[in-house]
């Protein structure tokens, strides 16, 4: 009898697909922008398949260092790809994002809030300074930065940024309660927009550098730790109100997730993970070549 539903697997699917079509937009029609409205659904249905993961995964070292590995890997894969000519689009890696996301929760799960709260701070700061080292420091290509970003688990400069590693650590605390996941997720999926609608963080870094100049480089930093780009950067990025500042539109990947019937079906996991390199790179050939 068929499972009512959707399984993990399944949902990977629907995601992997989805992410298809979003980079065949990016890469191949910038200018077919329904290509990049259907992408938005992909990266949340993927964010939920892995707090799910790892709810439900034996060993969890396993798990995170295989995150880890492929994100480092991925990194590794683009300098490689650079040295031959083929420079991918952005250095995206998703793999980053969802490794600092696993480290957090395995963090939280494992010591009382206080020494938690220590560890993260003292992780980010190592990261934030070895990062500001290469900033100042001349001659060192943009791929390394990328790669010590990655290896290092900056959650400030990973794709999306720090607030998705918010929102994925609170995914996982909804997990097991679709009402939850509903309320919650609707939420985030609003606040985000909110938050890249007005943009406050670079409207305050701005108006500091502007009125205190002497502040302005610390107020940009901070933007930067909170979004994940500066402040000029940010306010470029916003093109508009509903279709020029389209990520609101990963609100319609809630029905999918609330289809989860709480089996993990297939694995295939190792698919999933060579799957997303391996079309970014053949992608990037197409773009090349036509």
């Known amino acids: 009898m068929r499972e009512k539903g959707l399984n993990i697997f399944q949902i990977k699917w629907i ?25 938005r659904l ?9 707090v799910q993961g790892i709810g439900h995964t034996g060993d969890k070292k396993k798990y995170l260092l295989r995150l880890y590995g492929f994100a480092v890997g991925t990194e590794l894969l683009w300098i490689l790809c650079d040295v031959c000519g083929l420079t991918v689009y952005g250095h995206t890696n998703i793999f980053g994002t969802f490794f600092v996301i696993a480290a957090v929760i395995f963090v939280i799960k494992r010591f009382r809030w206080y020494i938690s709260v220590g560890i993260l701070l003292l992780w980010q700061a190592v990261s934030i300074v070895l990062v500001l080292i290469m ?13 010590v970003v ?25 997990r097991d309660d679709k009402k939850q996941v509903t309320i919650g997720y609707t939420g985030c999926c609003i606040a985000l927009w909110i938050l890249s609608v007005t943009a406050p963080f670079a409207r305050v870094a701005l108006w500091a550098e502007y009125y205190v100049p002497a502040f302005g480089g ?31 539109l990963m ?8 289809f989860y019937n709480g089996k993990r079906g297939k694995s295939w996991k190792y698919f999933f993970y ?11 050939v197409l773009t090349q070549v036509l």
């Open 251 to 258: 609100i319609f990947s809630l029905p999918i997730m609330l």
């Open 274 to 284: 060579v799957f997303y390199p391996a079309h970014l790179v053949l992608l990037t």
């Open 218 to 248: 610390a107020a940009n930093f901070c933007c930067v730790l909170l979004t994940g780009t500066n402040a000029i950067e940010t306010m470029m990025g916003r093109a508009g109100l509903y279709f020029g500042d389209y990520q609101w």
């Open 150 to 174: 990655t290896a290092t688990g900056n959650a400030s400069l990973c794709d999306y940024g720090p607030l998705w590693v918010v929102m994925g650590v609170l995914m996982y605390h909804w």
């Open 42 to 50: 992909s990266a949340p249905l993927f964010l939920f398949c892995l």
């Open 135 to 147: 900033d100042v420091m001349n001659g060192i290509p943009e791929t390394v930065q990328y790669l």
């Open 15 to 39: 995601a992997l697909i989805l992410m298809v079509i979003d980079h065949m937009g990016s890469f191949l029609f910038p200018e077919i922008h329904v290509f990049r409205w259907i992408g």
